[in-house]
């Protein structure tokens, strides 16, 4: 078959097309390698920033909690000779426990939810609570139409503006990271709280029997539930005169 000088030339622009499209391929291919530690670096120095400004928080706190202890030794102080003192300082604290901003502690029940057991083949690879969370919400609902006083999830209290939602691998409450199990601590009448969660086709029934979770609940004399740690800012609502 004969040749063309037209058949020529589109061969040598087809071998200068293709060896440019090859160049830029292993260009691009170099710009992803190389790219690609950008990304890895910032979020090292992220996670080390978070990581340093949650260190500060935990002294900040530490700080918080050593000065309310001395202004409660300076009220305690000033209030034995005064009545309407003592009246107010007393009202203060049934205002801070209502809003969560102090330890309580009484009655109430332990409630610990964990994934199904591990032999359990249909839920080996998925955390079961942390992708169904919102029974975690049901629950809560539950605990305080028992009237349960004050309640915390691994170890965060359960305020008004409290948030929980799913956040990659993990839970936020309160925008801190928890992962099952989750630890939900109730202040209230246990013999009240047990049987309201235990109701059958209750909160209870549903995550054992439809999502085969570990539940355990645990009547206790006392429990210690922590203060809400954050501050609290209102940008639009104000007293009403």
């Not at 670096?41 to 000065?67: D, H, P, Y």
């Not at 001395?70 to 009220?75: D, G, H, L, S």
């Amino acid at each position: 078959m004969k040749i063309t000088s037209g058949q020529i030339v589109i061969g040598i622009l087809a071998l200068i097309i293709g060896l440019s499209i090859s160049i830029q391929i292993g260009a691009l291919d170099g710009d992803v390698i190389e790219g690609g530690l950008v990304p890895i670096q910032k979020a090292q120095s992220l996670a080390q920033e978070l990581q340093k400004i949650r260190n500060e928080k935990e002294i900040l706190v530490e700080e918080v909690t050593s000065l309310e202890a001395k202004i409660k030794e300076i009220e305690e102080a000033e209030s034995k000779d005064d009545i309407l003192l003592q009246s107010l300082i007393s009202e203060l604290d049934k205002y801070k426990m209502i809003s969560g901003m102090k330890e309580v502690k009484g009655p109430g029940i332990i409630i610990t939810i964990d994934d199904p057991p591990a032999e359990d083949v249909n839920y080996s690879d998925v955390s079961v609570i942390m992708y169904n969370y919102e029974l975690l919400l049901s629950l809560l609902n539950k605990l305080n139409d028992a009237g349960a006083e004050a309640i915390s999830i691994n170890g965060q209290r359960i305020v008004a503006i409290t948030e929980i939602s799913l956040a990659g691998s993990n839970v936020n409450i309160n925008s801190v990271p928890t992962a099952p199990p989750f630890e939900i601590k109730a202040i209230g009448n246990p013999e009240t709280l047990d049987s309201t969660l235990n109701i059958r086709f209750g909160i209870i029934d549903k995550m054992r029997n439809r999502y085969s979770l570990q539940v355990k609940i645990q009547k206790s004399d006392e429990v210690v539930i922590p203060r809400y740690n954050e501050i609290v800012k209102f940008r639009y609502a104000v007293p009403v005169e």
